[in-house]
């Protein structure tokens, strides 16, 4: 276990009035995980590994001299350029190469990367990822575990919570290739209503307390929330906000699964200069980046999933989940007697990526600001050509995002001469509107034009038999979700397709 012991001195964002509770996470783990017994190999390993210089007869791992690699060597950019990600862009900047050996000194040793390992992952990457929690979060006393990233930790977090017929609460519109992987294992999934601004905290509270156990079932346990760049709608939530979900979720004993991919990638950040040449570029950055769950999670309520997959490369399949240490336990169980632990490759670049040899973790940090700078240079180029191209018709609006990759478009239905807002619902509190069918009709049109967007209905909650759960949801779902990472190029010609053909759909 690797214990966090908060160093910086940053304030605390949660009512620290609300008194420090001493909650029973047994109450919230599911059958799965309360009959699931250690793996008695992984458990024997263990003991193997705290005495040092003990023959290990007992495991089914090749010898390293026999393993067919004995070096290699990473080339990243140089992080003592001015803006590295800018000059990497352009090809004019340094290159470093770092490099992992299996028989000479380096961080960390392919003999120990390449062997099997403990569902956890490696100490020395764990204690590198809860070195970097420690100085951007603070947490207090939590554990570190590697993930084969955000998608790998939230289906086993699903399995560690959920039973067949609990309720699990998560925004309106969300990450349906997720939500709907609870699906089989028996979970149903309980909206709660967004605006512009994300997950609408009175909403979370009124659907927990109007929770009725007789008709629906257990009151639910467990949220499920996307913080920064919530995929699909790309809202950010206030600090306010994740103050008060947090109250609500100690209110009503939930664990808040805290999936953060795009936490790293924030927008108009005011990082201070001086800040930088004094304690470098994760104090600064620390100062800066918005206040997570974790950061306030005095009573050990948060599972925090944090991922590679955005800012380093989506094929790391490498990620990280911050817990107490009684979840963290039955979480690395799960794993050890699944997954096993996360590739060796990918744990053998980050050790060397923040170790000594390469951009240590202010590097990194430096490296996450530069990346931050550029993708914010694409939302803004994104936007300017959507006022344009789109916006000027009237036909759609969007908000400016403040961090990820997401804008989520509004189209202005009510302006389209067939929309119709006096439907009769085919089911009681169904849609009133032909908003469904309309946007089904953009989509097809787009597609045609050579442009894919998402349309919202991908994204909105369903039950086991794909229909949508939420009846309001049907007339709410005039949106489309964009991605603004592509290139200059890809960003005007997609926008410009979607100007021509969304005036078509309206004019013709
Ligand atoms: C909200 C959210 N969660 C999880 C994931 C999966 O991330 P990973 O690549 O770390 O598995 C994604 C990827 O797009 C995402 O947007």
């Known amino acids: 276990m690797v214990f966090i012991h908060s160093t910086t001195s940053v304030t605390p964002a949660v009512d620290t009035s609300l008194k420090r509770s001493h909650v029973d996470f047994s109450r919230h783990l599911s059958l799965e995980a309360r009959a699931r017994l250690p793996n008695p190999i992984k458990s024997i390993w263990k003991v193997a590994q705290v005495k040092p210089g003990t023959i290990n007869m007992g495991n089914g791992d090749p010898h390293h001299t026999l393993y067919p690699i004995c070096e290699m060597n990473f080339v990243v950019p140089s992080i003592d350029e001015h803006d590295p990600v800018q000059s990497w862009r352009s090809g004019t900047g340094e290159q470093d190469v770092i490099a992992s050996f299996k028989d000479e000194p380096c961080t960390l040793s392919l003999r120990t990367a390449f062997a099997y390992g403990a569902g956890a992952g490696l100490k020395l990457v764990r204690d590198t990822l809860a070195d970097l929690n420690d100085r951007i979060h603070s947490p207090p006393n939590h554990t570190v575990s590697l993930s084969l990233g955000n998608a790998d930790a939230l289906t086993k977090c699903f399995r560690l919570l959920g039973d067949p017929g609990d309720s699990f609460l998560c925004e309106e519109f969300t990450f349906s290739a997720m939500t709907n992987a609870a699906l089989p294992l ?3 999934w309980a909206p709660i209503r967004m605006d512009k601004d994300g997950l609408i905290p009175s909403d979370l509270e009124r659907t927990l307390s109007e929770w009725n156990e007789a008709t629906q079932g257990k009151r639910p346990h467990v949220l499920y929330t996307i913080p920064c760049s919530q995929n699909p709608t790309g ?3 206030s600090l306010e906000r994740r103050q008060e979900i947090y109250r609500i979720a100690h209110d009503w004993d939930i664990v808040i699964l805290e999936d953060d991919p795009y936490y790293f990638l924030q927008f108009d950040l005011d990082v201070n200069q001086s800040t930088i040449q004094e304690y470098g570029y994760t104090r600064a950055m620390a100062d800066v ?14 599972m925090r999933l944090d991922s590679f997959s955005k800012i380093v490369a989506p094929g790391m399949r490498l990620g990280w989940v911050t817990s107490n240490n009684f979840l963290a336990e039955k ?6 007697s699944s997954s096993q632990h996360p590739h060796g490759m990918g744990q053998a670049f980050i050790a060397e990526l923040f170790g000594s040899g390469g951009w240590g973790a202010d590097g990194f940090m430096k490296w996450i600001s530069s990346l931050c700078n550029e993708y914010q240079r694409r939302r803004d180029l994104f936007m300017d050509v959507f006022r344009q191209k789109v916006a000027s018709s009237g036909f759609a609006t969007a908000e400016v995002p403040k961090s990820g990759m997401f804008v989520w478009i509004r189209i202005n239905l009510e302006h389209h001469a067939r929309f119709s807002s006096s439907q009769t619902p085919t089911a009681p509190g169904g849609p009133t509107t032909n908003t469904a069918d309309l946007m089904d009709e953009l989509f097809k049109k787009l597609l045609d034009s050579g442009l894919v967007l998402m349309p919202a209905s991908t994204f909105a909650i369903v039950d086991r038999t794909g229909r949508t759960s939420a009846s309001h949801i049907g007339d709410r779902v005039n949106f489309f979700r964009a991605t603004f990472v592509g290139t200059d190029e890809t960003i005007r010609d997609g926008l410009t397709i979607f100007g021509r053909t969304i005036e078509e759909f309206f004019c013709f």
């Open 331 to 336: 979480l690395d169980m799960l794993t050890d």
């Open 186 to 188: 028996g979970i149903k």
């Open 289 to 302: 980046l918005p206040r997570s769950f974790l950061s306030m999670d005095y009573d050990g309520r948060v």
């Open 235 to 237: 809202s950010t939530l």
